[in-house]
């Protein structure tokens, strides 16, 4: 059993983008403390509060991001522990954090969603020959888009999907694509896009609409980000989004606590809060994170999250600081 194995970057730099979007769709939610979160899957329209723009292109495109990150993490992992039971203490310390971060801090919680599901969708299904895994992940996923019922119960199909590429080995050609491969398929998911948030704006059909164009924007982010990280760009995009995205558990975690903190200071109601505000302080918290999150990489290999969800992973005590440091 092996507690290292080879990172790939372009998951590290898909899981900061994720977050980012993330933060800004949770920015209002949070300080409401409310259920309706980047998570928690509502399907109704936008109540005209002025963020008319972001719902169409940032509330609900990113959670799908995170879930099918999550399911080719759980993947990798089993390939590299080999063993059933480790996978079983990470969900299980997953579902720890996320009780705690839905009851003490925050109602709209994903995580506790993410180790449900797990236990109960993603670990059967490492019993499953891919070719079965595959069926039910289309299954899973053309279900509640069928039946329209919400977000929620897209997180299992979502979760599954990230499974199943691993098996099929995307996850481990992520780093080397030719930049023509996720281009077009970046071209095909906008083209879907296109019809799809025209027809959410419409709000005929909107529980269909909505996931619908969800998937499609989401698609096409991650496509056109894969494509970019096959370019020169990747030397921008890898320092900007790689750190976010190795300490994303920590960073999700305490974005929740700094919207809450400056809901807590700020002179009026999180209700009155425009576009720019909540652009601005998604921007001061991810920036807060960013800088954070680098220094502490300099002398730590992990988050400090990271580091004591994979402790109880594998039983036993991970390294913490860097040899050099």
């Known amino acids: 059993m092996s507690t290292t194995a080879r990172r790939i970057g372009a998951l590290d730099v898909l899981r900061g983008f994720a977050l980012c979007g993330i933060t800004v769709a949770n920015v209002k939610p949070i300080a409401h403390n409310g259920s309706v979160s980047e998570g928690a899957g509502t399907v109704l329209p936008p109540s005209g509060d002025g963020l008319g723009w972001l719902h169409l292109l940032v509330d609900q495109r990113f959670y799908p991001i995170f879930a099918v990150l999550f399911g080719a993490g759980f993947?990798?992992?089993?390939?590299?522990?080999?063993?059933?039971?480790?996978?079983?203490?990470?969900?299980?310390?997953?579902?720890?954090?996320?009780?705690?971060?839905?009851?003490?801090?925050?109602?709209?919680?994903?995580?506790?969603?993410?180790?449900?599901?797990?236990?109960?969708?993603?670990?059967?299904?490492?019993?499953?020959?891919?070719?079965?895994?595959?069926?039910?992940?289309?299954?899973?996923?053309?279900?509640?888009?069928?039946?329209?019922?919400?977000?929620?119960?897209?997180?299992?199909?979502?979760?599954?999907?990230?499974?199943?590429?691993?098996?099929?080995?995307?996850?481990?050609?992520?780093?080397?694509?030719?930049?023509?491969?996720?281009?077009?398929?970046?071209?095909?998911?906008?083209?879907?896009?296109?019809?799809?948030?025209?027809?959410?704006?419409?709000?005929?059909?909107?529980?269909?609409?909505?996931?619908?164009?969800?998937?499609?924007?989401?698609?096409?982010?991650?496509?056109?980000?894969?494509?970019?990280?096959?370019?020169?760009?990747?030397?921008?995009?890898?320092?900007?989004?790689?750190p976010l995205g190795r300490m994303a558990l920590t960073n999700y975690l305490g974005a929740t606590v700094l919207v809450l903190i400056v809901s807590a200071l700020a002179p009026g109601p999180s209700d009155a809060w425009g576009t720019g505000t909540v652009l601005g302080i998604a921007a001061a918290i991810l920036a807060l994170q960013w800088l954070w999150s680098r220094a502490w990489l300099l002398f730590f290999r992990q988050g400090p999250l990271e580091w004591g969800w994979r402790w109880v992973t594998w039983w036993r005590r991970p390294p913490l600081v860097r040899e050099h440091a």
Do not use: E, K, N
């Open 75 to 242: 993947t990798l992992l089993l390939r590299s522990a080999g063993s059933r039971p480790v996978l079983v203490r990470r969900l299980a310390a997953l579902l720890a954090i996320g009780l705690l971060h839905l009851t003490l801090l925050w109602p709209g919680d994903v995580l506790t969603a993410y180790a449900i599901f797990g236990l109960l969708v993603l670990l059967p299904a490492t019993w499953l020959p891919r070719g079965v895994a595959a069926g039910l992940c289309a299954l899973l996923i053309a279900g509640p888009l069928v039946l329209a019922t919400g977000f929620y119960l897209l997180i299992p199909g979502l979760l599954m999907l990230g499974a199943v590429l691993t098996r099929y080995g995307v996850a481990d050609r992520l780093d080397d694509l030719p930049p023509r491969v996720p281009a077009l398929l970046f071209t095909a998911f906008a083209a879907a896009a296109v019809p799809l948030v025209w027809w959410q704006t419409t709000g005929i059909g909107f529980r269909w609409a909505y996931p619908l164009a969800g998937l499609a924007i989401a698609g096409a982010y991650v496509c056109g980000l894969l494509a970019l990280l096959a370019t020169r760009a990747r030397g921008v995009l890898a320092p900007t989004f790689a």
